[in-house]
């Protein structure tokens, strides 16, 4: 048999070590709460500079690649600033940010192109550049979902050329009916300064664009 006071140390010993124990829980959730945070917080670490980088280092290598032949690839202004002349020559030197770099995975047999004012069928996805969970950069838009393209089920999406971002625009104008492009968008022609949609500040972006039909504004 137990004595009182052994059964009243016995209680507090037990109170003691569950709380203990409790602290020791909740000091754990703490610290991952705090860890999970952290690591939202890195997902984009210095993403300007990363991003301001990666444009550099793609403009550059894409130049290379052009003029060592490669015809696949293609450096495009801006469609807002095309035929713009302002040097004594005619020429006039834009930035790289002020263009979009195309891979031409696919030639269509279309003839003709969309212009601004026309309204699009295309398949498209897009995504960021790779981060530090998203690897293979995270996909923010599909008009397909998030798995792999499958042309029997894929659905193209219907969207004015007039209403997307600068550097979205830019290519749907340069493509033809069946082309295949990944299109690389500096910041500057997509969301610049701007969060939408879960898209990060100064984030370029990466479209895999299919062009399936266009059609004028008066010719529905």
Known sequence: MYSLNQIKAS??????TGFVMLGLMLSAGLLTSCTEDNNEVEEFADWKAVNDKYWTNLYNETKQ????????????????YQNQVHNADGTQTYAPEKHIIVHELEKGKGAGVPLF?????????GRLLPSTTYT?????????GFTDFNAKTARPAQMRVSKVVDGFATALQNMHIGDHWVVYVPYQLGYGNREVKGVPTYSNL????????YYRANNK
Request: glycine content about 4%; proline content about 0%.
């Open 11 to 16: 209680l507090r010993h037990s109170l003691l």
């Open 206 to 213: 990466i479209f895999d664009l299919r062009l399936h039909s």
């Open 136 to 144: 293979s950069g995270l996909i923010f838009d599909s008009s397909w």
């Open 117 to 125: 004012t026309d309204s699009v069928h295309v398949h498209y996805q």
């Open 65 to 80: 690649k052009i003029a060592n032949g490669d015809t696949s690839w293609k450096i495009i202004l801006n469609y807002s």
